[in-house]
């Protein structure tokens, strides 16, 4: 699985009169992202850009029929896409929402996620147990040296490995990672089996 990011900032000047003369600015970061998933293959991935209502129908428009799976509750659901229609297109994939996708076709496809970047004050909730989740910033790094995940004592990380299509897994055991600690690229999801319940918080700018 390949990904990219591009990123465009648009700065829009709006002149108002705080006491003096004064300008406020709004800064918003827009920009793709790019993944690729390989014929016939499941990837995990993440949607990372705010778009429109986040419903599926507005974050992705596959180059073929694919299948997604989101995790919730201890189940899964599945939505399909076919014939250039998704089954049920109000399905809300927000940022930071995790999903399997599996690439129904014989050739590689390219989903392209489009939209603006979450920023200031982030929250994800992580439930005690098995999580399916990803950072909602798009960026790669270390996941708690630059991600900011809340770690805590007997968790485990599990990530997929889409060539093999396998996990490998990682666990935090009395502060320490047994394989080093792990990284999640851009557009990437990954489950985690949390010793309790958290919330995953940062603060982010592009500035």
């Not at 002149?15 to 499941?42: E, F, H, K, M």
């Not at 599945?78 to 014989?106: C, D, H, M, R």
């Not at 970047?117 to 005690?128: F, K, N």
């Amino acid at each position: 699985m390949r990904t990219q990011l591009i990123l465009t900032t648009a700065v829009l000047g709006v002149a108002g009169s705080l006491g003096a003369s004064a300008q406020v600015y709004s800064v918003n970061a827009v920009g793709y992202i790019n993944v690729t998933v390989p014929a016939n293959r499941l990837a995990l991935v993440a949607n990372q850009l705010n778009a429109g209502g986040n419903r599926v129908s507005e974050v992705l428009a596959p180059a073929g029929d694919v299948t997604v799976f989101t995790y919730a509750a201890g189940a899964f659901t599945l939505n399909a896409y076919s014939l250039g229609e998704w089954a049920n297109p109000n399905q809300v994939i927000g940022p930071g929402t995790a999903f399997f996708i599996k690439n129904e076709g014989a050739t590689d496809i390219t989903l392209t996620f489009v939209g603006e970047v979450p920023q200031g004050s982030l929250s994800t909730a992580l439930a005690a147990n098995l999580n399916l989740t990803a950072s909602q910033v798009p960026q790669a790094g270390k996941l708690v040296t630059d991600l900011k995940f809340p770690v805590a004592d007997e968790d485990t990380v599990y990530k997929w490995d889409v060539a093999n299509q396998t996990y490998t897994l990682n666990a935090y055991s009395l502060g320490e990672w047994g394989s080093g600690e792990p990284t999640v690229g851009v557009g990437e999801g990954f489950w985690v089996q949390k010793s309790a319940a958290a919330n995953w918080t940062r603060t982010f700018s592009v500035n």
